[in-house]
């Protein structure tokens, strides 16, 4: 029989395809995510079992090992542990409240251009630029304080409307949550692990799809019908702040020109989007493949792709949407077990990797 360390190897190498097809791999998976000090000391205490190890690591490698000695039955203890303790983190759970709080925040503006680390971000750009200490302290007022204040409202909406839309998925029958945070898991869908991802349409994939389609970039498009109608912007500023003014101003104008250019624009992004949703293994497959280095993995995945049709860049707000994302989640679960494990798997490699990795992915889109 496979033991704790040839599963313990395969979670830590990336290997995890394995884990879709194996009773034993899985059991795996579901004792790790119960394996807080607390948590298995509570599920050993409910089910009668007797550890004689003391240490964390220890106590899984034994607890794991005796869960392997009736594979069938401890599925359903797992099963049953984990579902009551979900229930108590739900009824602890005001879901009313917490998206009321989310409706309070009113720009999703991170405050600069940093993408994965706000501290490396402070130190290349203040840090180790001004040798000035009173450069510096004037920078607090200007710039830093904005930019840690952007940072930390945006991830903080992340994470509590992550939570919600989690707790949507795990309130399924089919599904059954995870307890304990664990590494490339957040719940078992009809007893396949997934990760979830919540995600925007993203530009860089639009600009692909746009260069496919014959297509100028969006931006120098804007900018040369801007010229052509006679509307102001500032050149020198960053192409997010030009692209802003430019559309804010055609808005303004309302005039046939600036909605007729306005309407191609958006058409193109809905052709973009119609195409992805018909084939959704290719966009699942681009986001793997340009997923950041800091978080890379090759867990099975569920995209869950918000898209607010009338503004693309306003779709963070679908996030505390309940009356959008309730029926659309409940839907895609409700037939899950129609779907071929076949049409669901996606291979593609990663630049500095030079092995090719596969995993289980599905992309569910949330419109508006």
């Known amino acids: 029989m496979k033991d704790f360390n040839y599963w313990k190897k395969r979670y830590e190498s990336e290997q995890l395809e394995e884990f879709n097809c194996d009773n034993i791999g899985l059991l795996w998976l579901k004792t790790k995510s119960i394996g807080r000090k607390e948590l298995i000391a509570e599920f050993i205490k409910d089910n009668n079992i007797a550890l004689k190890e003391m240490t964390l690591g220890k106590q899984f490698i034994e607890l794991f090992t005796w869960l392997c000695n009736d594979i069938e039955n401890s599925h359903e203890i797992l099963n049953n542990y984990i579902k009551v303790k979900h229930g108590k983190q739900v009824a602890a759970l005001d879901m009313e409240q917490l998206v009321s709080e989310l409706y309070k925040l009113k720009n999703f503006d991170w405050g600069g251009d940093y993408r994965n680390s706000l501290d490396k971000y402070l130190i ?3 840090v180790k630029v001004h040798q000035s200490y009173d450069t510096l302290i004037s920078k607090f007022d200007s710039e830093i304080n904005i930019a840690v204040q952007g940072y930390v409202l945006n991830s903080w909406y992340n994470h509590w409307s992550s939570i919600l839309i989690e707790h949507i998925f795990k309130s399924h029958p089919l599904v059954l949550p995870t ?3 664990i590494k490339s898991v957040d719940f078992f869908i009809n007893s396949i692990p997934f990760d979830l991802k919540v995600t925007y349409l993203p530009a860089e994939y639009i600009k692909l799809k746009r260069k496919e389609m014959g297509l100028p970039v969006e931006l ?9 109608g006679g509307i102001c912007f500032d050149k020198k500023a960053k192409d997010a702040d030009i692209y802003h003014e430019i559309t804010e101003r055609m808005k303004d104008k309302n005039d046939e020109f600036s909605r007729s250019v306005l309407a191609i624009l958006k058409n193109e992004k809905l052709q973009i989007l119609k195409e992805a949703q018909i084939n959704p293994k290719m966009l699942a497959t681009w986001l793997y493949e340009n997923q950041g280095e800091m978080r890379f993995g090759s867990e099975n995945r569920l995209f869950l792709m ?3 049709s009338d503004d693309f860049n306003g779709s963070w707000k679908l996030k505390r949407n309940l009356g959008l994302l309730e029926p659309t989640i ?31 992915a599905d992309v569910i889109f949330v419109t508006r």
């Not at 120098?220 to 052509?228: G, I």
């Not at 129609?338 to 289980?360: I, R």
């Open 124 to 126: 290349s750009r203040y």
């Open 179 to 181: 307890v304990g945070q």
């Open 220 to 228: 120098t498009y804007l900018k040369n019908k801007a010229v052509e």
């Open 306 to 308: 918000l898209v607010d």
């Open 330 to 360: 409940t839907k895609y679960l409700d037939n899950f077990k129609s779907k071929k494990m076949e049409d669901l798997k996606v291979s593609f490699g990663y630049k500095g990797k030079s092995q090719t990795f596969t995993a289980l």
